[in-house]
C-alpha cells in the first residue's frame, strides 16, 4: 500500500551544484549541509521523507557531535580516512549502520584527513 503512494508521487528533479550546499565550518570541521537541519542550517534538497542528509569532514584528531532526532534510522558511510563514530572503528569504504540514540559523535584518527571540498 505504501510503496503504491509513493509511486503514485510525481517525481522531481533536483539540480544542485557545489556552490549550492550550504556548509557549517567550526574548528576541525566541515560539515555540508544536503538535506535537513544541521547547525542551523538548513539542505536545498527536499527529500519524500524527513531525514538528513550531511557530508563531513574532520580534521586529524577532531570530533564532531550531531543530534539526530531519536527517530531517524541511517547510516554513515566512511569515503576516506578512519576514526571512530559512536564507540564503532570507522574505516574506509565502510558503512555503519546506526543503532538507537538521539546522537552521534565522530572522532578523526590522528592520521592525515581527507581534504574538504
Not at 567550526?26 to 538535506?35: C, D, E, I, K, T
Amino acid at each position: 500500500m505504501l510503496l503504491a503512494f509513493l509511486l503514485s508521487l510525481s517525481h522531481r528533479y533536483q539540480d544542485y551544484q557545489a556552490g549550492d550546499i550550504p556548509a557549517v565550518d567550526a574548528p576541525g570541521s566541515r560539515v555540508r549541509v544536503l538535506a535537513g537541519n544541521y547547525g542551523g542550517v538548513k539542505g536545498p534538497i527536499m527529500m519524500k521523507n524527513p531525514g538528513m542528509l550531511l557530508d563531513v569532514v574532520l580534521q586529524p584528531g577532531a570530533e564532531i557531535d550531531v543530534q539526530v532526532p531519536p527517530e531517524y534510522t541511517g547510516f554513515i558511510y566512511c569515503y576516506d580516512g578512519a576514526g571512530n563514530i559512536s564507540g564503532t572503528e570507522a574505516t574506509p569504504q565502510h558503512a555503519l549502520v546506526l543503532g538507537d540514540g538521539d546522537h552521534i559523535t565522530a572522532k578523526a584518527s590522528t592520521a592525515a584527513a581527507a581534504e574538504p571540498n
